[in-house]
C-alpha cells in the first residue's frame, strides 16, 4: 500500500512556489498577493483561513485577511468584494464558504472577478474548466489531480466513483477525472444521498473519492482489491483525549480500508494540506496573468 502524502507533496509544491516568488523578487517584480474574506466566527472556516495566510507567508507572498462580523448583509460583503475587485495591488482572493443565511452564495461568488477567482467558483471558470479551457481549478480537486500525477496513479480507463456532488469538491471531481489527459481519461460515476445501493457501485471502482463529510464512512467491504481511495472528509469529532477536544476524522474507516488498497490518502496530512499549496499556485497564475 502507498501512502499519498500530501503533507510532503504540498511541502515539495509550497519549495518550488517559493524559488519562483524569489525569482520575481530578484527581477524586481511585484509578489503575488490573495486575499482572503471570512464572514463571521466558525472555528473550523477560521483555521481553514488562517492555514491559508500562514502558507502565503511561507512562500513570500503578501496576503491580506478580511474579517467581517457574522451579522454582514450580502450588500456590504458585495461592496467589499467590489472594492477588491478594483483594488490593483490584489491578485487574487477568495470568500471562505460557508456563509451565514442572509448572503446569497451564488450571488457573491458571481461577483467575484472572474481574473482574481482563485478558487474557480465563478461560473465562467468552473464552465472554462468543464470545457477543458485554461483557468483556475478548485483547489481541492486540483491538490487531488496533482497528488494523483505526483504518485503517477494510473487513471486512464479506470472507472472513478466520485461520492458527494458538492459545488466545491464532489462535481468538480466528477469533471476533471473524465476530462481529456492525465490525470483524467476516467470513466466517471458520480453518486449522492439518492444514489441506490452505494456498495454495488464503489466496489466496482479502480479509484473511490469520497467527499461527503461523514466520519468512517467508506468500509473495507464496499471497496475492491487494489482499488486507489482518496479521503476529502474533514470532520471534526469530539474527543475528549486530545488537546483541542476534538480529532479531524476522514471519510474513510482508514484502519480497515488501507489494509486492501494500492494507494490511499490520509486524514490529516492528505488532502488538505494540498488544498492549500493548489490554492497558492492559483494566486501565483493569478499574477503571472495580470502582468501580461
Ligand atoms: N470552504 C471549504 N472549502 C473551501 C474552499 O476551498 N474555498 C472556500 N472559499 N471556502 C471553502
Redesign the pocket.
Known amino acids: 500500500m502507498i501512502l499519498l502524502d500530501g503533507k510532503k507533496t504540498s511541502e515539495d509544491i509550497k519549495t518550488e512556489i517559493t524559488a519562483q516568488v524569489s525569482a520575481m523578487k530578484s527581477r524586481g517584480e511585484k509578489v503575488p498577493h490573495l486575499a ?1 474574506v471570512i464572514v463571521g466566527n466558525d472555528g473550523a ?1 477560521l483555521t ?1 483561513v488562517s492555514s491559508k495566510v500562514k502558507a502565503c507567508e511561507r512562500v513570500g507572498f503578501e496576503s491580506t485577511m478580511v474579517r467581517l462580523p457574522s451579522t454582514t448583509s450580502e450588500t456590504e460583503l458585495l461592496k467589499k468584494i467590489h472594492d477588491l475587485n478594483a483594488d490593483d495591488d490584489i491578485d487574487g482572493f ?5 456563509l451565514p443565511d442572509q448572503i446569497d452564495t451564488q450571488k457573491v461568488l458571481m461577483a467575484i472577478d472572474p481574473s482574481k477567482d482563485v ?1 474557480g ?1 465563478h461560473p465562467e471558470n468552473f464552465g472554462k474548466m468543464a470545457l477543458d479551457m485554461t483557468t483556475f481549478i ?3 480537486p486540483f491538490g487531488i489531480l496533482e497528488l494523483l500525477e505526483r504518485y503517477n496513479v494510473e487513471t486512464k480507463g479506470k472507472h472513478t466513483v466520485v461520492i458527494g456532488r458538492s459545488h ?2 464532489g462535481r468538480p471531481m466528477s469533471i476533471l477525472m473524465g476530462r481529456k489527459g492525465f490525470p483524467g481519461n476516467s470513466t466517471v460515476t458520480l453518486t449522492h444521498s439518492y444514489t441506490k445501493n452505494i456498495a454495488q457501485i464503489t466496489t466496482q471502482a479502480d479509484i473511490i473519492i469520497t467527499a461527503l463529510g461523514v466520519p468512517n464512512y467508506l468500509k473495507a467491504e464496499m471497496v475492491k482489491d487494489g482499488a486507489v481511495v482518496i479521503d476529502v472528509g474533514i470532520t471534526r469529532v469530539a474527543d475528549e483525549n486530545s488537546e483541542k477536544g476534538y480529532i479531524i476524522t476522514g471519510d474513510v474507516d482508514f484502519e480497515n480500508v488501507s489494509k486492501k488498497v494500492s494507494h490511499i490518502t490520509p486524514v490529516p496530512g492528505g488532502v488538505g494540506p494540498m ?1 492549500i499549496a493548489m ?1 497558492l499556485k492559483n494566486t501565483l497564475l493569478a499574477r503571472e496573468q495580470r502582468r501580461k
Open positions: 482572503a472556516s481553514y477568495i470568500v471562505q464558504l460557508p478558487d467558483f478548485p483547489a481541492t466545491i469538491v488544498t490554492l
